[in-house]
C-alpha cells in the first residue's frame, strides 16, 4: 500500500502547487481550509503507521484505510479548492438567505446523551459488520455460515478489533460483498430482528402488474388500455383489464412488482391466507381514503420493504391507514432507471386500480422515501409534474441523496471519509452500482432532483424533510430545501442535532433510544401532509 498511498500524495500535490501557483483568488477559503486540516491529519497519522510499518501487520492494514481516504481526496480536491463561494453552506448564517430558509427548519436535539447511545450503537454495528465480512473470505457456504459464527463470538468480545475489521472491509469495498453487509437485517439477523418488530394486524406482499410505460418514455401511459394489448400482459396473453388485477404470488418471469401492504385494518379482498387474485370492490366497502406509499433506502444495492418495518408498522399503527412498500429492483444488476420504473409502476397502479380492488377510493397519497428512497420518491415526483400526470397530494424525504453528481463538494459529504457507517467508499459505490454513466447525473432530475429546474420545483407538492447534522447527505438537503422554498413550495426541514444517516431503522432494540422519538416526529410530518 505504500506505492498507492505515494501515488494518492504525488496526485494531491500537483494540484495543490497548479491551483495555488495560478489561483488568482479563486480558491475558496473555507472549503480549502476544510480539506487541509484533514489531509495534515491524515498525514500526521500516516507518519506514526510507517513508523511502526516493520512490526505490525497492524499498520499495514491502517496504512490501505488511509490509502482510500487521501484517494477520495484527490478526487474531490480540485472542485473543493474552488468551490461556489456563493454557496449556501459557504454563507454566515446571519445572511439572508440563511433567515429566509430558517423560518422553514426547526433544529431539533433528540436526546443529551444522543452521542453516547450512537457510540454504543455503532459498535454494535461494527461487530455485526465485521463478522460477516471475515465469513465471506471463506471459500464454501457451509465454511462461511461456519466462520460467520464463529466470528460472530469472537467480535462480539472484541469492541476496537470488530471497528478496525470494519474500516479495513471499507477501505476496498465489493458491491457483492457490501450488499450482504448491508442486508444483514433480512438474512443473518433476520430472525431476531423480526421479533422485535411492533405488531401489525395485516401484513402481506402483492404482486402489481405495469401497466405503464417505462418511466423514461416521452409518453408514460398507454393512449388506450382498454383497446390495447400490454406488453407485459402478451407475455401472459391476458387482455389489458383481465390482467390489471394484483396478484398474491410471484408471475412467472418475476416481472410484476412486488410491494408489501402494512395496515392497522383488513385490505379489502386481499386474503393474508389466499394466494388467489380478487374480483372488484363494491362501494360499501370502502374502508380508506389515503395511503402512504414508501420507497424505501440502502443505497439503491440493498435492503428491503422487510428491513424498514422497524418505523413501517408504526406510520401504519399509528396514522391509521394503509403503508404501501415498494421492493423496486436493486443495483448493481438492475440500474437506473430500474428501480425509478418499479415505483411509477406502482403509483400508477395504485391512482388507476386501488378503489376497484383494494377499496380504497379515490385515496389521498403521501409519496414517501428515506436515504436513496427519498431520491427516488423525488424523482418520481419530478417525472409525474414533467409528464403532466396526477403528482402525490404530499412528499416526505428523511435524508433524501438528491444529489448523485460524482464530483461535487459538500462539507457534510467529507464527514463519510471518517463515518462508520455510510463511509466515503461505500457512497461511491452505490454511485457506480446504480448508474451506467455517472456523468448523466450532473443534468438529469431524475437522478440528481436537486438539478430540476424550476418550473417543475414550483409545481411539488407540500414536502417535508429530515436530515441530521451528521449525515454526508445534510448539505444537500439543505440546498435541496432551499431551493424549494424559493419556487414557492410549501416545505419544512427537521434537522436534528448530532444525529447520523439512518434514523428511522434504528428504533429497533439495540439501536438508538432516541430515535423512537425521531419515528414519531416522522409520523407527524406525514400526518400533516395527509391534512393539507
Known amino acids: ?268 379482498q386481499i386474503s393474508p391466507k389466499s394466494s388467489s387474485t380478487c374480483f372488484c370492490v363494491p362501494d360499501s366497502e370502502v374502508h380508506f381514503d389515503k395511503l402512504v406509499l414508501h420507497i424505501h433506502g440502502g443505497g439503491f444495492i440493498s435492503m428491503s420493504s422487510s428491513s424498514h418495518q422497524s418505523y413501517t408498522r408504526n406510520w401504519a399503527n399509528t396514522l391509521g391507514f394503509p403503508v404501501f412498500s415498494i421492493d423496486y429492483r436493486l443495483s448493481p444488476e438492475h440500474k437506473f432507471p430500474s428501480a425509478l420504473d418499479d415505483c411509477w409502476q406502482a403509483y400508477y397502479w395504485l391512482v388507476n386500480y386501488s378503489s376497484k380492488f383494494l377499496g380504497i377510493k379515490d385515496p389521498k397519497i403521501i409519496l414517501a422515501g428515506d436515504s436513496a428512497g427519498g431520491n427516488l420518491a423525488a424523482a418520481l415526483t419530478i417525472k409525474l409534474i414533467s409528464a403532466g400526470y396526477r403528482v402525490p397530494d404530499g412528499l416526505f424525504l428523511a435524508y433524501p441523496a438528491v444529489n448523485l453528481i460524482k464530483e461535487r463538494f459538500s462539507f457534510s459529504l467529507v464527514q463519510s471519509l471518517d463515518d462508520m457507517l455510510v463511509p466515503h467508499t461505500f457512497l461511491k459505490l452505490c454511485l457506480e452500482s446504480y448508474l451506467e454513466d455517472s456523468s448523466a447525473a450532473e443534468h438529469n432530475p431524475l437522478i440528481s432532483p436537486l438539478v430540476a429546474p424550476d418550473d417543475v420545483l414550483e409545481m411539488f407538492p407540500p414536502v417535508r424533510m429530515m436530515v441530521g447534522t451528521k449525515d454526508p447527505l445534510h448539505d444537500d438537503v439543505l440546498r435541496f430545501c432551499e431551493r424549494l422554498l424559493d419556487c414557492g413550495v410549501n416545505v419544512g426541514l427537521k434537522v436534528y442535532e448530532g444525529l447520523i444517516h439512518g434514523g428511522l431503522n434504528f428504533c429497533i432494540k439495540g439501536g438508538i433510544p432516541a430515535c423512537q422519538n425521531f419515528v414519531q416526529d416522522s409520523i407527524e410530518l406525514l400526518r400533516q401532509l395527509s391534512e393539507i
Not at 497548479?18 to 507518519?47: D, Q, R
Not at 513508523?51 to 480536491?77: C, G, H, V
Not at 427548519?105 to 461494527?126: G, H, W
Open 1 to 268: 500500500f505504500i506505492s498507492e498511498l505515494l501515488y494518492h500524495l504525488n496526485q494531491i500535490n500537483t494540484t495543490l502547487s497548479e491551483n495555488y501557483s495560478t489561483s488568482n483568488g479563486e480558491l475558496n477559503p473555507i472549503s480549502s481550509s476544510v480539506i487541509l486540516e484533514l489531509l495534515n491529519s491524515y498525514l500526521k497519522s500516516i507518519a506514526s503507521l510507517i513508523e511502526k510499518l516493520k512490526d505490525s501487520t497492524k499498520s499495514s492494514r491502517k496504512l490501505r484505510i488511509f490509502a482510500s481516504k487521501l484517494q477520495t481526496i484527490n478526487e474531490y480536491l480540485e472542485f473543493g479548492l474552488k468551490f461556489d463561494k456563493e454557496d449556501l453552506l459557504c454563507l454566515n448564517t446571519e445572511d439572508e438567505r440563511w433567515k429566509k430558509l430558517g423560518q422553514v427548519i426547526e433544529y431539533v436535539k433528540l436526546a443529551e446523551d444522543l452521542e453516547a447511545q450512537t457510540s454504543r450503537f455503532l459498535a454494535n454495528v461494527a461487530k455485526g459488520q465485521a463478522f460477516i465480512s471475515r465469513g465471506l473470505e471463506e471459500p464454501t457456504k457451509f465454511r462461511k455460515r461456519l466462520m460467520v459464527g464463529l466470528y460472530m463470538i469472537w467480535y462480539g468480545l472484541q469492541k476496537t478489533k470488530a471497528i478496525e475489521e470494519t474500516e479495513y472491509f471499507y477501505s476496498k469495498p465489493n458491491a457483492a460483498a457490501a450488499k450482504t453487509v448491508w442486508n444483514m437485517l433480512d438474512s443473518t439477523l433476520g430472525g431476531l430482528h423480526k421479533v422485535t418488530l411492533p405488531s401489525i394486524k395485516f401484513n402481506k406482499v402483492i404482486f402489481l402488474p405495469r401497466l405503464a410505460r417505462e418511466v423514461t418514455s416521452d409518453e408514460l401511459v398507454s393512449v388506450n388500455l382498454k383497446n390495447s394489448v400490454h406488453y407485459v400482459d402478451q407475455i401472459h396473453n391476458e387482455p389489458i383489464i383481465g390482467g390489471s388485477r394484483f396478484t398474491l404470488e410471484w408471475d412467472e418471469g418475476k416481472v410484476r412488482v412486488p410491494v408489501r401492504v402494512l395496515s392497522p385494518g383488513p385490505i379489502n
